[in-house]
C-alpha cells in the first residue's frame, strides 16, 4: 500500500513539476513576445515617420513641378500669341504687295 501512495505522490509531483515548467515556459515565451512586439512597433513607426517625410517631400517636388508647367503652359500661350500677331502682320504686308510667301 505505501508503494502505491508513493507512487502516486510521485507521479503528482512530476505532474505539478512539469506544470510548474510549463507555466515558466509560458511566461517567458510572452515576456519575449511582449519585446518583439514593441521592437516592431517601434520600427512601425520609425517606417510611418519615414513614409510621411518622404511624402512630403515628393508633393513639394509635385508642386514644383506643376508650378514649372503652368509658367511654361503661360510662355507656350505668349508665344502662340506673338504668332499669331506675326501671322497677321504677314498676311497684312502681302494684302499691301504683291510678294506672296
Known amino acids: 500500500m505505501e508503494v502505491t501512495i508513493s507512487l502516486f505522490g510521485f ?3 512530476t505532474q505539478l513539476f512539469t ?7 509560458n511566461l517567458l515565451i ?9 521592437e516592431l512597433r517601434t520600427e512601425i513607426r520609425a517606417l510611418a515617420a519615414e513614409m510621411r517625410s518622404e511624402f512630403q517631400r515628393i508633393n513639394q517636388r509635385l508642386t514644383q513641378v506643376e508650378q514649372k508647367v503652368a509658367s ?4 507656350l500661350t505668349q508665344v502662340e500669341q506673338k ?8 498676311s497684312r504686308l502681302e494684302e499691301q504687295s504683291d510678294i506672296k510667301v
Open 11 to 13: 507521479l503528482a509531483l
Open 30 to 38: 510572452n515576456a519575449r513576445l511582449d519585446t518583439v512586439a514593441g
Open 19 to 25: 506544470i510548474g515548467l510549463l507555466w515558466r515556459t
Open 72 to 75: 511654361m503652359d503661360q510662355r
Open 83 to 90: 504668332v499669331a500677331s506675326m501671322d497677321q502682320r504677314l
